[in-house]
């Protein structure tokens, strides 16, 4: 990325007009380690690997995006697995949009939601129609879990599709504490 485009598009903080809604996310900004777990149909692990996350505000803090990074060593993918979320807050709705783009597999998914009790919950539809959900698990300031799940009956039943162990990176851990 030129650096005119990463200065334009970086944000240091979360724009005002978001009110008490930026802590919705804002407590993501910065690098994660992440353990990516995904699932099969009938539940068992498909694969899993290492990875790590960057969330970060965007222009001018109205928006944030996260990259994805992962790793697979399943002796067949030889690239990274890339991909990225832009999320914004609509301030008509007060529900969160967030926008995922997986380039090397022609992927997008859009989810709405937010805060839902002790997690942030969003949703939204598949490709095949299938009703998606998103949420952010057991967070804490160190660490959560993100969990994809899908139904296939209209939220009767729920399937896991992934889940991903997030710890903050000891770069991010110590720069919190000495309070950068």
């Known amino acids: 990325m ?3 485009l990463s200065a ?20 993501f900004v910065g690098a994660w ?19 790590r996350v960057t969330f970060g505000w965007i222009l001018d803090g109205r928006a944030m995006q996260d990259v994805w990074l992962g790793w697979p060593s399943d002796g067949k993918t ?11 807050l609509d301030l008509t709705s007060g529900e969160w949009t967030v926008i995922w783009v997986l380039p090397q597999a022609g992927v997008i998914t859009i989810v ?27 967070i804490r300031p160190d660490s959560f879990i993100w969990r994809g799940e899908r139904s296939t009956d209209g939220g009767a039943t729920w ?18 504490a000495r309070g950068d």
Not at 11 to 24: D, I, T, W
Not at 34 to 49: H, K
Not at 78 to 88: A, E, H, L, N, Q
Not at 123 to 137: A, C, I, K, Y
Request: with cysteine; aromatic share 8%; proline share 3%.
């Open 78 to 88: 030889v690239d990274p697995v890339v991909g990225t979320s832009i999320r914004f």
């Open 33 to 51: 380690d992440c353990d990516y777990t995904n699932y099969a149909e009938d539940g068992s692990v498909s694969t899993r690997y290492p990875g």
């Open 8 to 27: 334009e598009l970086h944000a240091g903080q979360p724009h005002a007009s978001l009110g008490n809604q930026r802590h919705v996310f804002d407590r």
């Open 2 to 4: 030129s650096d005119a």
């Open 112 to 138: 709405k939601g937010g805060v839902c009790g002790d997690r942030i919950v969003l949703r939204g539809e598949g490709d095949d129609r299938s009703l998606r959900r998103w949420s952010f698990n057991d």
């Open 159 to 176: 399937k896991h599709l992934a889940e991903y162990r997030m710890e903050r990176t000891v770069a991010e851990r110590a720069s919190t």
